[in-house]
């Protein structure tokens, strides 16, 4: 067809199908569920990426990693998917070094803050110490609990600076 003549110039126009409509939009929504299947599927998160996510998190004292000092174990990982309302619930139990480490809290806001960075909206993410691990143990898990304190916790600069020191060689 060239720009300047028409084949055919009063084309008869027909009134749409409604039926036929209705049928594309159910077929572009359909096309569009199974590529968020699809999607959902390959981006699949298990045990291992989330201990990879937090390997690496230096500890705030010493210049040794949360794996090396074993204050973070793939085994105390725990993940339930609800199919129901498609939400992950990631428990993450973390190990102090010893029983009256002052420095467990600000290492459990740093994985909290790192996984709710890291992963998707349909992740809950629960931190909280290993069971009779220490001395103070239902006072911090209250702590990371309280999403309110962890803001806070987050709106002061210095431990902001501090929690982004120790993610400084995460990938």
């Not at 174990?73 to 939400?87: Q, R």
């Not at 480490?101 to 996984?115: D, E, K, P, Q």
Request: charged share 30%.
């Amino acid at each position: 067809m060239n720009g300047n003549t028409l084949i055919n110039e009063n084309p008869i126009v027909y009134e749409r199908n409604e039926r036929s409509l209705k049928s594309w939009v159910n077929f572009f929504e359909e096309i569009r569920d199974k590529r968020e299947e699809k999607e959902e599927k390959e981006n699949i998160i298990d045990k291992q990426e989330i201990y990879d996510l937090l390997a690496n998190i230096m500890d705030p004292e010493h210049p040794l990693t949360l794996e090396q000092l074993a204050v973070v174990n793939f085994d105390d990982i725990y993940l339930e998917k609800e199919e129901i309302n498609k939400m992950t619930y990631l428990t993450v139990e973390i190990t102090p070094t010893i029983p009256h480490c002052s420095m467990a809290t600000l290492i459990g806001l740093c994985i909290r803050v790192r996984l709710e960075r890291c992963l998707p909206s349909r992740f809950r993410v629960s931190v909280k110490i290993k069971k009779s691990t220490h001395q103070n143990e239902k006072q911090i898990n209250k702590q990371l609990r309280d999403k309110e304190r962890v803001a806070a916790a987050l709106e002061n600069q210095q431990l902001a600076n501090v929690i982004h020191g120790m993610m400084a060689f995460c990938a």
